[in-house]
């Protein structure tokens, strides 16, 4: 293990420019479960940062990443406060290289989905990177082939997306900064059914055919798609509600319909 003493040491420096997102290529993580989640996804050049309480609490966590080849640096609590981002910090936190994105990610996973889930989810400007991490972390959960964020959407790799997904951020694919026309098109290449959830739809989330491969579109939690995107868009599917409920928390959505789709998928 690695002491610093120095609020003004450089590796201090780079983590605490990191956490406010300052350093694109690098993530920044606090909080035991999710560091340890994130870890198990094997991350690249990887460091944990470590509080003295957080030592004396707990030695079996520390002996833990000690045993493997992940760098871990202790600083004094008020050290490590200054670099803390959240309220009532646990004392640990992660920096790591950013995982690659893009389109040629998301084609290697679904070239290889022969069986199964075969649907994509198209995020159109989601812009609360809290929303975003529960979307993330719902889609992994379910299986979802890949994730693909158009233009003017949240940073799915920043704190709060990572704190919201537990990491499952860096458990599926994805495609980020994507014209939405963009989009449909590679879908349309790749067989995948455009179908956009909309709560005008006269037609149930459960009334379509799930085991084709299909290109699952929500909308920003504020407006949803625009009527020029919506026209765009083959099909466009709904969740009934009762008891005069207007409409569903994004992330809630997107889990209903995504273990519809995994129940048809006939996936345990």
């Keep these: 293990m690695n002491f610093i003493t120095s609020k003004d040491n450089q590796k201090v420096k780079l983590v605490r420019k990191a956490a406010t997102g300052k350093f694109k290529n690098l993530i920044f993580a606090e909080g035991i479960r999710l ?7 094997n991350p690249s050049n990887e460091e944990v940062f470590v509080s003295t309480d957080f ?11 000690s045993d493997s080849d992940t ?15 959240t309220k009532q910090s646990q004392g640990i936190a992660l920096v790591a290289e950013r995982p690659p994105t893009g389109k040629e990610i998301v084609d290697e996973k679904l070239s290889n989905a022969h069986d199964g889930l075969k649907t994509v989810l198209l995020l159109v400007e989601i812009n609360n990177p809290s929303n975003l991490g529960a979307i993330l972390r719902t889609a992994s959960a379910a ?5 693909v964020l158009t233009e003017n959407s949240a940073d799915p790799f920043s704190p709060k997306a990572l704190r919201g997904s537990m990491g499952a951020s860096l458990k599926i694919p994805i495609w980020e900064n994507v014209r939405f026309e963009d989009a449909l098109e590679w879908a349309n290449e790749k067989g995948l059914i455009a179908t956009a959830a909309d709560v005008n739809s006269d037609k149930s989330y459960s009334e379509i055919d ?8 929500f909308g920003s939690e504020a407006h949803g798609l625009s009527d020029e995107k919506r ?26 319909i995504l273990f519809e789709a995994k129940r048809q998928a006939g996936i345990d």
Excluded: Y
């Design 143 to 147: 299986g979802t082939i890949g994730i």
């Design 35 to 41: 560091v340890e989640d994130i870890l198990g996804s």
């Design 71 to 85: 760098p871990v640096f202790a600083l004094s609590n008020k050290i490590f406060d200054s670099i803390a981002q």
């Design 210 to 217: 799930w085991k084709t491969g299909r290109m699952l579109i």
């Design 55 to 65: 030592i004396e609490h707990h030695p079996k966590f520390i002996d833990a990443i």
């Design 231 to 256: 026209v765009l868009v083959g099909q466009s599917i709904s969740i009934p509600l009762q008891n005069t409920i207007e409409s569903l928390n994004i992330a809630v959505s997107c889990g209903i």
